[in-house]
């Protein structure tokens, strides 16, 4: 069975890319892997006057966790949405990696993927300029074929 890795940041390109990977996908009778990827917890520490450092709580951790968890899972529900309607095996996936395209290539490969169907750039403005194109990145460093969507 043909495999297909769909990466989405929630952006309404990123949507879009979506809905267009699904018709592919049903052309080829493929299994979906959804992914969204979220942030890994990095807490500020606090210096105090002796150089003892204060580490973040772990109750400030796991709502962070929870809370990006939950906020992925909405940004996946149209994927699962679309994979049903289009009668597609499908598998919705929330990777935690600061490196995006580091992410999504290691999904592509544990999950043996043929292909990567991605919109070719996310969330505009200052964020997506200091950044950088997540799409660019994965262009640069994955083996697999890559199917860029406009």
Known sequence: MYK???????????????????VFAKALHAKVFGLHVIPAFHAGRA???EGFEVPASAPLKKRFEEESKA????????IEE?????????ECIV?????????????????NCDLIMMA??????????LLGSETAK??????LPVLVLR
Not at 71 to 78: C, F, K, V, Y
Not at 82 to 90: D, I, R, T
Not at 95 to 111: F, P, Q, R
């Open 120 to 129: 070719s750039h996310g969330h505009a403005g200052i964020t997506g300029l």
């Open 95 to 111: 990777g935690t990696n600061d490196a995006v395209y580091e992410e999504i290539i290691d999904t592509a490969g544990k999950k």
């Open 71 to 78: 906020r992925a899972l909405d940004i996946l529900a149209p």
């Open 47 to 49: 210096k105090m006057d």
């Open 4 to 22: 297909i890795l769909v990466p989405t940041d929630g952006s309404e390109l990123s949507q879009q890319a979506v809905k267009q990977g699904m």
């Open 82 to 90: 679309e994979a049903k309607g289009a009668g597609l095996e499908y």
């Open 138 to 143: 994965l262009l640069t460093h994955v083996k």
